[in-house]
Each structure stands twice: as structure tokens, then as C-alpha cells.
């Protein structure tokens, strides 16, 4: 089976871990009860969604609750979609449409293994926060 063919399906996402280029230091990318899923269809599309843990709800609904309520909720979420190619031991997703307006039109790399039911996402090195770091993403098998 190719790898193109073990991605394919629905992953939920298990844990997130940001470490840090310079000492290596590792911790929660969205905190405890982070929740995510990541498809990757046959004909190659795919989709993302994670939102961090402890997520409080908005006072209304998403236009009349307040300023730093929606804010909040932005920041502590993230969605994607668009086309994804293989590239050895990388997948690059071709961003079409995002909550996070910068990655339309862009290409995000992530570098990928397979343990058992899992598939292990790993950006290129990249500024988070002001540090240089990468952000590893584990995924189980949903469907």
C-alpha cells in the first residue's frame, strides 16, 4: 500500500506538541483537551480542524457576542482546506480556503510517519510565538 493510500481516510487528533529549535524543550501546542480532526480524501483533497482545549463558550451568537469573546475564539482555533500532494516523506497541503486568512494561496509542508494506527505530522522549523520551533501534530485513525 503507498502512503498516499495509508493517508487517505479521517484522523482525530491525539496530541500536539510544539518543541523548541534551540533547547529542544517540548510542550502543548493547544493544552489539555485539544480537539482535531485532519481528512485527506482519495482524489486529493483535504481538510483540517483543530480547536484548543478549555475553549469557553461566546455570550450570542458569532456576530453580537463581544469583541474579545470572538477574538478568543479565533485564536484558539484553527481550519483549512484545499488540494495535498506527497512528496516523499512530506505532504504538502495547497491551501485554498482558511480561518487563518495568510495561508490562502500558500503551501504547508509537513513531514510524515506512520506507527500502527497513527500518522505523525511534523512542520518544516518556523517562528511560533517569536521562537523558532517545530509543531508536531499525532494523529489516530478515526474511521
Not at 57 to 71: M, T, V
Not at 92 to 118: A, I, K
Amino acid at each position: 500500500m503507498s502512503d498516499r493510500e495509508k493517508l487517505v481516510g479521517v484522523w482525530e487528533l491525539v496530541d500536539a506538541t510544539t518543541i523548541t529549535a534551540e533547547d529542544g524543550r517540548r510542550e502543548s501546542s493547544y493544552g489539555d483537551g485539544a480537539t482535531g480532526f485532519i481528512h485527506y480524501t482519495a482524489t486529493g483533497r483535504m481538510m483540517a480542524l483543530i480547536t484548543h482545549g478549555a475553549r469557553e463558550r461566546l455570550e450570542g451568537d458569532r456576530q453580537s457576542s463581544p469583541d474579545w469573546q470572538k477574538a478568543r475564539a479565533y485564536t484558539t482555533s484553527i481550519a483549512y482546506a484545499g488540494r495535498y500532494s506527497i512528496e516523499g516523506d512530506r505532504v504538502v497541503h495547497h491551501v485554498d480556503t482558511s480561518t487563518y486568512p495568510n495561508w490562502v494561496g500558500t503551501q504547508l509542508t509537513r513531514q510524515f510517519r506512520f506507527e500502527d494506527d497513527r500518522v505523525f505530522l511534523r512542520t518544516l522549523p518556523q517562528m511560533q510565538n517569536g521562537i523558532m520551533a517545530v509543531l508536531e501534530l499525532e494523529w489516530r485513525r478515526h474511521d
